[in-house]
């Protein structure tokens, strides 16, 4: 069994330094059993109007393709319908997580930042 915690920050009328943005927050292993989770999750900020969404990976200690799978439709869902985005924090010293992004190509398509603050004043600075 993995270990596997999730945990939101953003109601929607929350503001997230001036940003209307959900922030998800992900640590343990992400593998096909957790997955379904962290959609469900995502997609609730989506569905309920979140045009911003931070899923934030400092504690995550394993993700796999299924993972990366609803990272993609996330992003693809937000940056599709209503110009919306997605950015990932990964730090620097988790690089077990960093490589499957690398690795994918994904890093130079979605915003990756080493803090959430980071992340959150880029959203800030773009909107």
């Known amino acids: 069994m993995s270990s596997f915690y999730i945990i939101s920050d953003g109601a929607p009328n929350d503001n997230v330094k001036g ?3 959900a922030v998800v927050a992900v640590g343990g292993e ?3 059993a957790a997955s379904p989770q962290l959609k469900e999750r ?6 309920a109007g979140r045009r911003h ?7 995550a200690t394993f993700i796999d393709s299924t993972a990366i799978g609803v990272i993609v439709g996330a ?9 919306g985005t ?4 990964c730090a620097e010293e988790n690089r077990r997580v960093l490589q499957i992004f ?6 130079s398509t979605i915003e990756m930042h080493s803090t959430r ?6 959203l800030a600075m773009a909107g």
Do not use: M, N, P, W
């Not at 969404?53 to 504690?59: F, N, P, R, T, Y």
């Not at 992003?75 to 319908?81: G, P, V």
């Not at 997605?86 to 924090?89: G, K």
């Not at 603050?117 to 880029?122: D, W, Y």
């Open 86 to 89: 997605l950015a990932v924090v």
């Open 19 to 21: 940003v209307d943005a």
């Open 53 to 59: 969404v931070v899923l934030d990976l400092s504690a």
């Open 30 to 32: 992400i593998d096909y």
């Open 117 to 122: 603050e980071q992340a959150l004043s880029a």
């Open 75 to 83: 992003f693809a869902r937000l940056t599709k319908e209503g110009g």
């Open 42 to 47: 995502i997609f609730e900020h989506i569905k």
């Open 102 to 107: 690398q690795i994918t190509g994904l890093e």
